[in-house]
T-cell receptor, first 112, second 116 residues
Framework: AQSVTQPDIHITVSEGASLELRCNYS??????LFWYVQSPGQGLQLLLK??????LVQGIKGFEAEFKRSQSSFNLRKPSVHWSDAAEYFC??????????FGSGTRLSIRP | NAGVTQTPKFQVLKTGQSMTLQCAQD?????MYWYRQDPGMGLRLIYY???????DKGEVPNGYNVSRLNKREFSLRLESAAPSQTSVYFC???????????????FGSGTQLSVL
């Protein structure tokens, strides 16, 4: 069965520090991989996605993610976080014209 | 361009009552989805419709039914509501064009449902 695991429920980092959010998946084939962000009281916004090709993908707001096939991982990174990055982050996997499964999310808090 | 429209935004039900959540998209998308979001559990897929005329179960389909009425509309029905179905429900759609934008999910604003 397909699954997505985000092992960190809540992470707190200082403003200006680097960030890495972890995501591991289980799927029959290499799926499409996504990171979405949800700010408090808001809908979900797509940060970035991986379909094929270069395993390091760049997204909006200075985020990037690296696909590692051997580890079934798609970790999200940002070199320097801003207070406005405080939100909940969701990793998702899917294939063309089929289901898209989300992880349970990681809540990010920023320490001033 | 309205995108994905969900109704109602809020609903309170008593245990055993039934209701239908409506979802419509005006982007000519092929696939549509229903998710529920609960604290600490992320978004869980209830049902999806890969294309007009097809529906499939997701991760948590029990207690729900869906209808893909046409390409635009995808409704979610609770036949006999239970307190465990208290949640925020999101409808989403995507075009399935094999482009970066085609694989992006477009979400409705959500329905907050309480079952007492």
């Amino acid at each position: 069965a397909q699954s997505v695991t985000q092992p960190d429920i809540h992470i707190t980092v200082s403003e200006g520090a680097s960030l890495e959010l972890r995501c591991n998946y289980s799927y029959g084939a290499t799926p499409y991989l996504f990171w979405y962000v949800q700010s408090p009281g808001q809908g979900l916004q797509l940060l970035l996605k991986y379909f094929s090709g270069d395993t390091l993908v760049q997204g909006i707001k200075g985020f990037e993610a690296e696909f590692k096939r051997s580890q079934s991982s798609f970790n999200l990174r940002k070199p320097s976080v801003h207070w406005s990055d405080a939100a909940e982050y969701f990793c998702a996997v899917g294939v063309w014209a089929s289901k898209i499964i989300f992880g349970s999310g990681t809540r990010l808090s920023i320490r001033p | 361009n309205a995108g994905v429209t969900q109704t109602p935004k809020f609903q309170v039900l008593k245990t055993g009552q039934s209701m239908t959540l409506q979802c419509a998209q005006d982007m000519n998308h092929n696939s549509m989805y229903w998710y529920r979001q609960d604290p600490g559990m992320g978004l869980r897929l209830i049902y999806y419709s890969a294309s007009e005329g097809t529906t499939d179960k997701g991760e948590v389909p029990n207690g729900y039914n869906v209808s893909r009425l046409n390409k635009r509309e995808f409704s979610l029905r609770l036949e006999s509501a239970a307190p465990s179905q208290t949640s925020v429900y999101f409808c989403a759609s995507r075009s399935n064009q094999e482009t970066v934008e085609g694989e992006k999910l477009f979400f409705g604003s959500g329905t907050q449902l309480s079952v007492l």
